[in-house]
């Protein structure tokens, strides 16, 4: 950051403000000049969108709450209301209701990215943890906005989540009766959610900000996992990086279009359509796509503390994954073995997501449990083993030297 | 060329996580599968077909609409399936709905204007279970939104009725036994439906003179319950298309930006 | 900004850079914009809110000399069925005199209903005198009991602390007796 002495700005209301508040001098060393590796891959587009995605979220999200009615009598019809009547009302919502499957799509990809490349390793720990606090906020936030629209899925989702705390010896029940301001789901129930939808996604924004502060203090990794250490290991983030996360918002941008235009309910369960019954359970109920794989974790168990437990620890277990791995290299690119256990990480993470739409009988339950044992064995057993066992390949000296090394092998072929 | 690769991996992932999730799942037992129609709102470029909406309202109001409400729903909305000011004005009259209290504090009965909502067959759920068995007849108004497969569900449903309990079903359970009141329904859950069978040939004539089987009368409702849920379709998939060619050409553009910028950082 | 990254840039290379710039550029900006109408155009009265932004009212009921309110947008409409004399008494006033200048004829489509807003341009309450036993202020139109403003029988100010007539909406008659409030 040294390296680059504050622009001298020409214009005279910037230079007044900014000898001020160097907001402007910030963003130009944050986001125009900041050292970047010149080798990131597409991968760490994620990152950026993820952002943009939550942006999108908030902005529907704020012109939504303008016609929603959060009570139980009203809550469904004024959703409906937003659909037929309010002035590209149905827009506004799918754009709001899709966004949320683009957002927790690209945080896994995100998520998955940081363990390959090992993104969590010294010096970016509290940048890791950050991410998972973030993640964590995201999975409340998006479980309390489904139960708004107050449809037969959003009711009971509500009902068997919130179920979960009377797994807490003792004061289970007291807890649960706290959370709904009643005996049961009730209007001061989807009130409260309300309050709390609206609050939470400011939080994540709030750690957002840590999240990139602690990124350009410790600087991005990159598929290497070496370390920056000349200037020609580096481009400057604009245009480099602001064009290619154009391009990438682009790509992602088509995706949302196609499913809020002409798919928009793909991702949505049609039984949420109808009003919310205390009275009748609907035969099936089947979380988001975006919570099937902890949704199958707390399945696998058949002790009722025991999957909760389980459930929360698959998340949690992600804090102290800079403590499991103890192999040197950070790269995986770099790890002959661990690149085959990662994969094998993503299968059984699509395989739980799988397994979670399925009903939790015979033969699903068998595999969720083995799914399940192996999700944790590979943090606690194989990832721990691996940094013994395994022999890394030679790591590249610098960024620069290994773009250099593959011109020439590219020239030679 | 890597990167290529890179997109297209991360595509892949993407579709593996996405789609391995709403996998449609049959609910009580084994059902055949769906009547499945050609419907003019389908794909891409789907729009309504006003004449067959028309058709379909003429049997909400001759078969659905005395067990059936259309929540949501105003008698205005139906201009937009063709009918003009005063038609609408006309079919709303041909309704009464109740309106007040007036000045001795009494409700009365009135026309219905365009501006009311439709009215309900029933004053609350507590008379609608008495008049059905115990069942509340669903709103219709969202009714291909709220079920899987859609009009063509709706579709299968009207058209799937049987006399008997048929073999399949004695098959996969040989004490399946109907309970009085009910009918049988091969897509209905649990097969044992409160609505008997509607739709005969020859209980309605079309304003159209389309020959009313039960086929078509089928048919047109479904359609019909498809607008009514999806009022927004159309400008929903005339907007899409606009948007989807905007964004090909500006990605496009992005991606040759990129690369102009990028040459001569490789 | 390219510049800076590319001092090296030949002619033809940059010429096709600064096509794919501003054309992405202007893209990018008409496309935000766009995007965002949906957003803006969400705040704008709901089709259900404007379906109700008119109002068919039926004269046939009023007798000569009586009056009725019908809401309009939330606010009370005055319509009265004027006698012969009610009209005469508003075509003999001496427009110059008055303090917002309107003759009867700009009042009114057909000179026996008066149609107007029944809210004082005073301070918006609404005036007495559509109940016959209501008083009816010193020019027998309708009297503001707020601050007592006193309107004649076209409606307009006379006397008091109003400084306008009280205001005609848009309406048409649809047919000899009935009008559309709320559309020209």
């Given at each position: 950051m040294s390296s680059t002495p504050n622009p001298v700005w020409s214009n005279r209301t910037i230079k007044w403000v900014d000898r001020r508040l160097p907001i402007f001098s910030m963003m130009h060393r944050e986001l125009i000049v900041y050292p970047t590796p010149r080798n990131l891959n597409y991968w760490w587009n994620f990152g950026s969108l993820a952002g943009i995605t939550l942006v999108i979220l908030i902005l529907s999200g704020i012109f939504l709450a303008m016609y929603y009615t959060p009570h139980e009598d009203m809550a469904f019809a004024s959703i409906e209301r937003i659909m037929r009547e309010v002035n590209y009302g149905w827009l506004v919502r799918f754009i709001h209701m899709n966004t949320v499957s683009l957002f927790f799509l690209v945080v896994y990809i995100h998520i998955f990215r940081g363990m390959y490349y090992g993104s969590y390793k010294a010096?970016?720990?509290?940048?890791?943890?950050?991410?998972?606090?973030?993640?964590?906020?995201?999975?409340?936030?998006?479980?309390?906005?489904?139960?708004?629209?107050?449809?037969?899925?959003?009711?009971?989702?509500?009902?068997?989540?919130?179920?979960?705390?009377?797994?807490?010896?003792?004061?289970?029940?007291?807890?649960?009766?706290?959370?709904?301001?009643?005996?049961?789901?009730?209007?001061?129930?989807?009130?409260?959610?309300?309050?709390?939808?609206?609050?939470?996604?400011?939080?994540?924004?709030?750690?957002?900000?840590?999240?990139?502060?602690?990124?350009?203090?410790?600087?991005?990794?990159?598929?290497?996992?070496?370390?920056?250490?000349?200037?020609?290991?580096?481009?400057?983030?604009?245009?480099?990086?602001?064009?290619?996360?154009?391009?990438?918002?682009?790509?992602?941008?088509?995706?949302?279009?196609?499913?809020?235009?002409?798919?928009?309910?793909?991702?949505?369960?049609?039984?949420?359509?109808?009003?919310?019954?205390?009275?009748?359970?609907?035969?099936?109920?089947?979380?988001?796509?975006?919570?099937?794989?902890?949704?199958?974790?707390?399945?696998?168990?058949?002790?009722?503390?025991?999957?909760?437990?389980?459930?929360?620890?698959?998340?949690?277990?992600?804090?102290?994954?800079?403590?499991?791995?103890?192999?040197?290299?950070?790269?995986?690119?770099?790890?002959?073995?661990?690149?085959?256990?990662?994969?094998?990480?993503?299968?059984?993470?699509?395989?739980?997501?799988?397994?979670?739409?399925?009903?939790?009988?015979?033969?699903?339950v068998t595999m969720g449990q083995w799914a399940t044992g192996y999700y944790f064995v590979h943090f606690l057993v194989i990832l721990p083993l691996l940094g013994w066992f395994e022999k890394p390949l030679p790591v590249p000296e610098s960024i620069s030297a290994a773009v250099t090394a593959g011109h020439e092998k590219e020239a030679a072929a | 060329m890597k990167t290529l690769t890179g997109v297209a991996t991360a595509a892949a992932f993407a579709a593996g996580l996405a789609l391995a999730a709403p996998t449609a799942q049959a609910a009580g037992g084994e059902h055949p599968p769906l009547k499945t129609q050609n419907w003019t709102f389908e794909?891409?470029?789907?729009?309504?077909?006003?004449?067959?909406?028309?058709?379909?309202?003429?049997?909400?109001?001759?078969?659905?609409?005395?067990?059936?409400?259309?929540?949501?729903?105003?008698?205005?909305?139906?201009?937009?399936?063709?009918?003009?000011?005063?038609?609408?004005?006309?079919?709303?009259?041909?309704?009464?709905?109740?309106?007040?209290?007036?000045?001795?504090?009494?409700?009365?009965?009135?026309?219905?204007?365009?501006?009311?909502?439709i009215i309900e067959p029933y004053e609350n759920d507590a008379i609608a279970m008495l008049a059905n068995g115990g069942v509340v007849p669903p709103n219709l108004s969202v009714m291909t939104r709220a079920r899987d497969?859609?009009?063509?569900?709706?579709?299968?449903?009207?058209?799937?009725?049987?006399?008997?309990?048929?073999?399949?079903?004695?098959?996969?359970?040989?004490?399946?036994?109907?309970?009085?009141?009910?009918?049988?329904?091969?897509?209905?859950?649990?097969?044992?439906?409160?609505?008997?069978?509607?739709?005969?040939?020859?209980?309605?004539?079309?304003?159209?003179?389309?020959?009313?089987?039960?086929?078509?009368?089928?048919?047109?409702?479904?359609?019909?319950?498809?607008?009514?849920?999806?009022?927004?379709?159309?400008?929903?998939?005339?907007?899409?298309?606009?948007?989807?060619?905007?964004?090909?050409?500006?990605?496009?553009?992005?991606?040759?930006?990129?690369?102009?910028?990028?040459?001569?950082?490789? | 900004m390219s510049q800076a990254a590319h001092p090296a840039g030949n002619g033809e290379g940059s010429s096709r850079r600064d096509f794919l710039l501003y054309a992405t550029g202007a893209m990018g900006a008409v496309g935000t914009a766009l995007a965002l109408w949906p957003f803006i155009d969400s705040m704008n009265p709901a089709k259900d809110v404007m379906a109700l932004a008119t109002v068919e009212v039926d004269l046939s009921p009023v007798d000569v000399g009586q009056s009725i309110t019908v809401v309009w947008r939330g606010k009370p409409v005055f319509v009265r069925h004027r006698t012969e004399q009610d009209i005469e008494k508003a075509r003999a006033v001496d427009v110059a005199t008055l303090r917002d200048p309107q003759t009867d004829d700009e009042r009114v489509i057909k000179p026996e209903w008066l149609v107007q807003i029944g809210i004082c341009t005073h301070l918006g309450c609404v005036p007495k005198g559509q109940k016959p036993s209501d008083p009816k202020g010193d020019y027998d139109g309708w009297f503001c009991v707020c601050h007592g403003s006193h309107y004649d029988t076209a409606g307009r100010i006379r006397k008091g602390p109003a400084p306008l007539n009280l205001p005609v909406p848009q309406y048409a008659f649809l047919d000899d007796t009935t009008i559309r409030i709320g559309e020209e």
């Amino acid at each position: 950051m040294s390296s680059t002495p504050n622009p001298v700005w020409s214009n005279r209301t910037i230079k007044w403000v900014d000898r001020r508040l160097p907001i402007f001098s910030m963003m130009h060393r944050e986001l125009i000049v900041y050292p970047t590796p010149r080798n990131l891959n597409y991968w760490w587009n994620f990152g950026s969108l993820a952002g943009i995605t939550l942006v999108i979220l908030i902005l529907s999200g704020i012109f939504l709450a303008m016609y929603y009615t959060p009570h139980e009598d009203m809550a469904f019809a004024s959703i409906e209301r937003i659909m037929r009547e309010v002035n590209y009302g149905w827009l506004v919502r799918f754009i709001h209701m899709n966004t949320v499957s683009l957002f927790f799509l690209v945080v896994y990809i995100h998520i998955f990215r940081g363990m390959y490349y090992g993104s969590y390793k010294a010096p970016r720990e509290l940048l890791w943890g950050i991410g998972v606090l973030i993640y964590l906020v995201m999975v409340a936030t998006a479980f309390l906005g489904y139960v708004l629209p107050w449809g037969q899925m959003s009711f009971w989702a509500a009902t068997v989540i919130t179920s979960l705390v009377t797994a807490v010896p003792w004061v289970g029940e007291d807890l649960a009766i706290w959370l709904w301001g009643g005996f049961s789901v009730d209007n001061a129930t989807l009130k409260r959610f309300f309050s709390l939808h609206y609050l939470l996604p400011f939080v994540i924004f709030a750690l957002v900000f840590l999240h990139l502060w602690a990124l350009h203090t410790t600087k991005s990794n990159n598929p290497l996992g070496v370390e920056v250490k000349k200037p020609a290991d580096t481009l400057p983030f604009h245009p480099y990086y602001t064009m290619k996360d154009a391009f990438g918002l682009g790509v992602a941008l088509l995706v949302l279009a196609f499913f809020v235009f002409f798919y928009p309910n793909y991702f949505n369960h049609a039984i949420n359509y109808v009003q919310a019954d205390p009275m009748v359970t609907p035969a099936h109920i089947v979380p988001e796509w975006y919570f099937l794989p902890f949704y199958a974790i707390l399945r696998a168990i058949p002790d009722k503390l025991g999957g909760v437990v389980l459930m929360f620890a698959s998340i949690a277990i992600w804090f102290i994954l800079p403590l499991l791995d103890t192999s040197k290299v950070r790269s995986g690119r770099f790890r002959p073995v661990f690149k085959w256990f990662f994969w094998i990480l993503v299968a059984d993470f699509i395989f739980l997501t799988y397994l979670g739409a399925m009903p939790a009988e015979g033969i699903y339950v068998t595999m969720g449990q083995w799914a399940t044992g192996y999700y944790f064995v590979h943090f606690l057993v194989i990832l721990p083993l691996l940094g013994w066992f395994e022999k890394p390949l030679p790591v590249p000296e610098s960024i620069s030297a290994a773009v250099t090394a593959g011109h020439e092998k590219e020239a030679a072929a | 060329m890597k990167t290529l690769t890179g997109v297209a991996t991360a595509a892949a992932f993407a579709a593996g996580l996405a789609l391995a999730a709403p996998t449609a799942q049959a609910a009580g037992g084994e059902h055949p599968p769906l009547k499945t129609q050609n419907w003019t709102f389908e794909g891409v470029f789907g729009t309504y077909d006003e004449a067959q909406l028309q058709r379909g309202w003429e049997v909400y109001t001759n078969v659905c609409k005395s067990c059936h409400a259309l929540d949501y729903m105003y008698y205005r909305n139906l201009e937009q399936i063709g009918y003009s000011e005063d038609e609408v004005k006309e079919i709303a009259a041909s309704f009464e709905t109740e309106d007040g209290p007036d000045e001795w504090g009494e409700m009365f009965m009135r026309p219905a204007e365009p501006l009311d909502p439709i009215i309900e067959p029933y004053e609350n759920d507590a008379i609608a279970m008495l008049a059905n068995g115990g069942v509340v007849p669903p709103n219709l108004s969202v009714m291909t939104r709220a079920r899987d497969g859609g009009a063509d569900y709706v579709y299968s449903l009207l058209l799937g009725y049987e006399d008997s309990v048929p073999e399949w079903v004695l098959e996969a359970d040989p004490n399946f036994e109907l309970a009085p009141g009910k009918s049988f329904n091969s897509y209905f859950p649990g097969y044992a439906i409160s609505m008997p069978q509607q739709l005969f040939e020859g209980i309605l004539e079309y304003s159209d003179g389309t020959p009313a089987t039960p086929q078509q009368m089928a048919k047109d409702v479904s359609a019909f319950l498809q607008w009514a849920a999806e009022p927004e379709l159309e400008d929903r998939k005339t907007l899409g298309r606009y948007v989807l060619v905007f964004l090909v050409v500006f990605t496009a553009l992005l991606y040759a930006y990129k690369r102009e910028i990028w040459k001569d950082a490789h | 900004m390219s510049q800076a990254a590319h001092p090296a840039g030949n002619g033809e290379g940059s010429s096709r850079r600064d096509f794919l710039l501003y054309a992405t550029g202007a893209m990018g900006a008409v496309g935000t914009a766009l995007a965002l109408w949906p957003f803006i155009d969400s705040m704008n009265p709901a089709k259900d809110v404007m379906a109700l932004a008119t109002v068919e009212v039926d004269l046939s009921p009023v007798d000569v000399g009586q009056s009725i309110t019908v809401v309009w947008r939330g606010k009370p409409v005055f319509v009265r069925h004027r006698t012969e004399q009610d009209i005469e008494k508003a075509r003999a006033v001496d427009v110059a005199t008055l303090r917002d200048p309107q003759t009867d004829d700009e009042r009114v489509i057909k000179p026996e209903w008066l149609v107007q807003i029944g809210i004082c341009t005073h301070l918006g309450c609404v005036p007495k005198g559509q109940k016959p036993s209501d008083p009816k202020g010193d020019y027998d139109g309708w009297f503001c009991v707020c601050h007592g403003s006193h309107y004649d029988t076209a409606g307009r100010i006379r006397k008091g602390p109003a400084p306008l007539n009280l205001p005609v909406p848009q309406y048409a008659f649809l047919d000899d007796t009935t009008i559309r409030i709320g559309e020209e």
